[in-house]
């Protein structure tokens, strides 16, 4: 009886671990035959008064761009990442202006990345500088974001860098935003960070109609400080995205800034209305996921 027992009890234990073994291969089976499909996705996140931008490529190449106020950003890209998926590619600072950089303190520790992008201006924020510290003694590389770089995501698609395209260490945060392009076959997305009208004008100057995007995230906010006339006509985009939160206590966005988008029949999306809004690209064109 006690030899039968035993039998018993060592055949469980074999059919047990068979079972985990069973489970752990399809699981991998699962997260490695998951179709990442030929599209690039852009999601703009809703974090309320702020910035943060999920872009995934063809070959699932992800790149969080800005990451908002505080800990909204754990939330929203939670619902943008599988569970199992705890890495990023790439992250950016578009400038060190806490509504852009502040939920990146509680993602770092969560989430692993290979490279931390900035554009270098030199930040008076502890915030900012504690970020800093934490990239740092994690040692991921800090790479300073200047006019020409070309960031391959895969499958066709990159981001170009469009500025800074100088030392910009004491310039104003606001002056010194990364302004940056993501492009994928005949589509492609303008990301401004918070750029004010004269830089804006100087890209103009410098660019012309190369601009031309399918999709504007309005620079600032929505803020009149961003958004001229002559730049939104020259990117002249189906859709303007505007990230801010809801009876925005500053006044985002501006009438000043919806009157320049309507001039030229831009579809205007805020976060405030939407949520998050994601668009998905075949590389000929973006649909607009509701």
Known sequence: ?????SRVKTNLKWYFLLFLILTSIFLWIFVLQE??????????????QGDAIFIESPTGIQVLIDAGP??????????VLPWYDRSLDAVIV???????????????????????IEPGVLAS??????????????NIPIVLARRGQIIDIGGGAYIEIL????????????????????VYGETSV??????????????????????????????HHGSKTSSSEIFVSIVSPEYTII??????????????????LEKQNSKILGTYDFGRITFVSDGDEFLFKK
Not at 1 to 5: D, I, P, S, T, V
Not at 163 to 182: C, E, H, K, Y
């Open 94 to 116: 578009t400038h060190p202006d806490k509504d852009h950089f502040e939920g990146f303190i509680s993602l770092l520790d969560k989430y692993k990345t290979k490279v931390f």
């Open 125 to 138: 924020n502890q915030n900012y500088n504690f970020l800093k510290e934490k990239v740092s003694s994690k």
């Open 70 to 79: 505080n800990r909204f950003v754990m939330r929203e890209i939670a619902k």
């Open 1 to 5: 009886m006690r030899q039968f027992l």
């Open 190 to 219: 303008m990301l401004t960070g918070d750029s004010p009208k004269n830089i804006e004008n100087y890209l103009v100057s410098i660019y012309g109609e190369k601009l031309d995007s399918d999709i504007l995230k309005a620079g």
């Open 243 to 260: 990230s801010a939160e809801k009876d925005s206590r500053y006044g985002h966005p501006h009438i000043e800034v919806l009157e320049v």
């Open 163 to 182: 500025f800074p395209d100088r030392d910009v260490s004491v310039l104003g945060v606001n002056d010194a935003s990364i302004v940056a392009r993501v």
């Open 35 to 48: 179709d990442k499909g030929r599209d690039l996705t852009i999601s703009f996140l809703n974090v309320e």
